[in-house]
């Protein structure tokens, strides 16, 4: 374990914590492949009374599938303990533009939760969309990125779930939606407004339903871009992982650096049984 330097946001120790808000991919899995550590961490968390959220900017899963998901890897939760861009991005969309048709590029997680919130979410063929909403789609093809295009082009408003450059799976960091993101700007001239970390919508949330206050949670995360950044402009204490996607020598040259790193899950447990005593 390192330790930052604490910012005036940060506890004297992990002690001090009384909640989390965690990141999933990176953190808790690879793809389909567990990290080390992971069940016995949820089992030290409930022991000690520590409370949670789930909080990923992965909008492609609803948070029904990421409990069942859980579950296969012997980790139970409830949907309420789950929070995706996609939630919080339904949750924006229907407070600035209710009723809106919606071209979106993404899988299920991010569709469910705009119907969900009273969204119309069009058809492929469709070029009529007031919104393009633009979430990591494994399934992309030409004829999603062109209609995207087009929309966007006739002025639909470009909203994204996040902006993570990169993925990690068990077969190595791959794209993010962000590259889409790239992709439609370059073609349109569009610029999307982001919804999930680092912009403070998902850590609110997450906060109000925990009931917590920032100085008594924290957030775990692998990126310092998305989860250690958004943790220091919602004035929280954060974890860095290095089981995902940010190296010890760039956490080190952070202008934001974290709280606390570990290089995973396993480290993590035992400083913060051996803190509590």
């Given at each position: 374990?390192?330790r930052?330097?604490?910012?005036?946001?940060?506890?004297?120790?992990?002690?001090?914590?009384?909640?989390?808000i965690i990141?999933i991919?990176?953190?808790?899995?690879?793809?389909?492949?567990?990290?080390?550590?992971?069940?016995?961490?949820?089992?030290?968390?409930?022991?000690?009374g520590?409370?949670?959220?789930?909080a990923?900017?992965?909008?492609?899963?609803?948070?029904?599938?990421?409990?069942?998901?859980?579950?296969?890897?012997?980790?139970?939760?409830a949907?309420?303990?789950?929070?995706?861009?996609?939630?919080?991005?339904?949750a924006?969309?229907?407070?600035?533009?209710?009723?809106?048709?919606?071209?979106?590029?993404?899988?299920e997680?991010?569709?469910?939760?705009?119907?969900?919130?009273?969204?119309?979410?069009?058809?492929?063929e469709?070029?009529?969309?007031?919104?393009?909403?633009?979430?990591?789609?494994?399934?992309?093809?030409?004829?999603?990125?062109?209609?995207?295009?087009?929309?966007?082009?006739?002025?639909?408003?470009f909203?994204?779930?996040?902006?993570?450059?990169?993925?990690?799976?068990?077969?190595?960091?791959?794209?993010?939606?962000g590259?889409?993101?790239?992709?439609?700007?370059?073609a349109?001239?569009?610029?999307?407004?982001?919804?999930?970390?680092?912009?403070?919508?998902?850590?609110?949330?997450a906060?109000?339903?925990?009931?917590?206050?920032?100085?008594?949670?924290?957030?775990?995360?692998?990126?310092?871009?998305t989860?250690i950044?958004?943790?220091?402009?919602?004035?929280?204490?954060s974890?860095?992982?290095?089981?995902?996607?940010?190296?010890?020598?760039?956490?080190?040259?952070?202008?934001?650096?974290?709280?606390?790193?570990?290089?995973?899950?396993?480290?993590?447990?035992?400083?913060?049984?051996?803190?509590?005593?």
């Amino acid at each position: 374990m390192t330790r930052a330097a604490p910012g005036p946001e940060a506890p004297h120790s992990l002690a001090d914590l009384r909640a989390l808000i965690i990141d999933i991919d990176g953190v808790l899995w690879r793809g389909d492949t567990a990290l080390p550590g992971l069940a016995a961490f949820f089992a030290f968390m409930r022991e000690r009374g520590i409370t949670f959220r789930l909080a990923t900017n992965n909008a492609s899963l609803t948070p029904a599938a990421y409990v069942a998901k859980l579950a296969r890897f012997g980790v139970h939760a409830a949907e309420e303990e789950v929070l995706t861009s996609a939630l919080a991005t339904a949750a924006y969309l229907r407070r600035e533009a209710p009723g809106a048709k919606v071209y979106v590029i993404g899988e299920e997680g991010i569709q469910q939760a705009l119907r969900e919130a009273g969204l119309r979410v069009v058809s492929e063929e469709d070029l009529t969309a007031d919104i393009v909403v633009c979430s990591m789609d494994r399934g992309l093809n030409w004829t999603k990125l062109s209609n995207a295009t087009i929309s966007l082009r006739r002025g639909a408003r470009f909203v994204a779930t996040n902006a993570d450059m990169t993925f990690p799976t068990e077969r190595g960091i791959t794209h993010g939606n962000g590259a889409i993101l790239a992709a439609l700007s370059a073609a349109s001239g569009a610029h999307p407004t982001v919804v999930g970390k680092p912009e403070p919508l998902l850590y609110e949330m997450a906060l109000a339903s925990l009931s917590r206050s920032p100085h008594e949670t924290a957030a775990l995360g692998d990126r310092l871009e998305t989860d250690i950044l958004g943790a220091h402009r919602a004035r929280m204490p954060s974890i860095l992982v290095l089981s995902g996607v940010a190296s010890a020598d760039e956490a080190a040259r952070a202008a934001c650096p974290p709280s606390w790193v570990f290089t995973g899950l396993p480290e993590l447990t035992h400083a913060w049984r051996s803190a509590l005593g």
